[in-house]
């Protein structure tokens, strides 16, 4: 499964935004999927995962209560939507598949990124 992600771009410190995934040519209804996030010089961190029947089933603490992702079977894409961003928050984004794994959730067949630059 080839995952894109896309919506990514420069937004002021409390604005919002929406990032999309999709997959060309490979159905995501049996997989779940989430989001992972890269900052400069900072360890790639995993922020939400959503099953394959559309519940949330993880945030991370650094983004619960402001981010929220969904799922739509009919346009073969997941969001992000992410509220009340933070100068934190910059980095390049990721979907992914995800999994629970041992004690924590798992990514993996991360694609091409989008870049979100929160100024402050």
């Known amino acids: 499964v080839q995952l894109q992600a896309s919506g990514g771009g420069l937004v002021q410190s409390g604005g919002s935004l929406r990032l999309s995934c999709t997959s060309s040519?490979?159905?995501?209804?049996?997989?779940?999927v989430g989001w992972i996030r890269q900052a400069p010089g900072k360890e790639r961190e995993g922020l939400s995962c959503i099953n394959s029947s559309g519940r949330p089933a993880y945030y991370a603490d650094s983004v619960k209560g402001r981010f929220t992702i969904s799922r739509d079977k009919a346009k073969n894409s997941v969001y992000l939507q992410m509220d009340s961003l933070k100068s934190e928050d910059t980095a390049v984004y990721y979907c992914?598949?995800?999994?629970?794994?041992?004690?924590?959730?798992?990514?993996?067949?991360w694609g091409q990124g989008t870049l979100v630059t929160v100024s402050s």
């Open positions: 040519g490979d159905t995501l209804d049996d997989y779940a």
């Open positions: 992914a598949l995800c999994w629970y794994g041992v004690r924590r959730y798992e990514y993996e067949n």
